[in-house]
């Protein structure tokens, strides 16, 4: 599938594939990084996500980076945003940029966080290594549950790119919560369909843990992802020209 980058014309579009590929993701992703080393970020672990006070700065690079989104609070001269798991422990594990504190425990460590994460929603390292695997390919990764899937996929920005793919999340291993899902032809068709209703393919991410066992994020290493797309078949596409067959 092509990009279909957005503009009300077709200047507009070829605008917005210029300005992304003068300022690619990796870019922006790495002044990210500087910043929030540079200040010392600190977020505070919370139910199923992580605040993090950010100053101006920090919200332009959040915001083109697409990691979490500004809160709102009664406080003027702070602002707040809120980052998923994935892409906390992604800043925190994989960039080592962010540090993450829960309540009066202080500033948590690797293992820690992993641990505490986890008691949360035990299907984490799952969905962590699957986030992960797409961030590290430059890939923007959105919350997908507006679609009935767990990621959506983006080229660049999405003010910029219309989504490509909408992820789901499948093991390799016997694991009953995650492998219940397309496991039966009208779980794939429903899927698909309305996928294709918004031009955006299903990738489907299985996670192989390869026997290694989840209770370090040092595991991960030993993790693999397989990536498998799912599209409709449409006869139409299929045909020769002028054939009336």
């Not at 997908?144 to 660049?156: C, E, I, M, Q, S």
Request: proline share 3%; glycine share 6%.
């Amino acid at each position: 599938m092509l990009p279909r980058w957005k503009g009300k014309d077709i200047k507009a579009k070829k605008d917005a594939e210029a300005e992304a590929l003068q300022e690619p993701m990796s870019k922006i992703v790495s002044q990210l990084q500087s910043s929030l080393l540079q200040s010392e970020a600190c977020g505070f672990l919370s139910d199923n996500n992580v605040q993090l006070a950010v100053g101006a700065e920090q919200i332009d690079l959040l915001d083109k980076a697409c990691f979490g989104q500004p809160v709102r609070t009664v406080e003027k001269d702070v602002v707040w945003f809120q980052l998923s798991l994935e892409e906390a422990f992604y800043l925190c594990y994989y960039l080592k940029c962010l540090k993450i504190k829960d309540g009066g425990s202080g500033i948590q460590s690797d293992e820690e966080l992993w641990t505490k994460i986890k008691s949360k929603n035990k299907m984490f390292p799952y969905f962590y290594t699957a986030y992960s695997h797409l961030r590290m390919k430059n890939w923007v990764v959105r919350p997908g549950a507006l679609y009935g899937v767990d990621f959506v996929v983006y080229r660049h920005h999405p003010s910029r790119v219309h989504s490509e793919y909408g992820a789901l999340v499948l093991s390799h291993d016997d694991d009953k919560d995650l492998n219940r899902r397309l496991n039966v032809w009208s779980d794939v068709h429903c899927t698909t369909r309305l996928l294709g209703g918004v031009a955006k393919i299903l990738l489907v991410l299985y996670i192989n843990r390869n026997g290694n066992k989840d209770d370090s994020p040092i595991c991960l290493a030993n993790y693999t992802v397989q990536e498998r797309t799912i599209t409709r078949w449409i006869p139409e596409q299929s045909r020769e020209k002028g054939s009336s067959c």
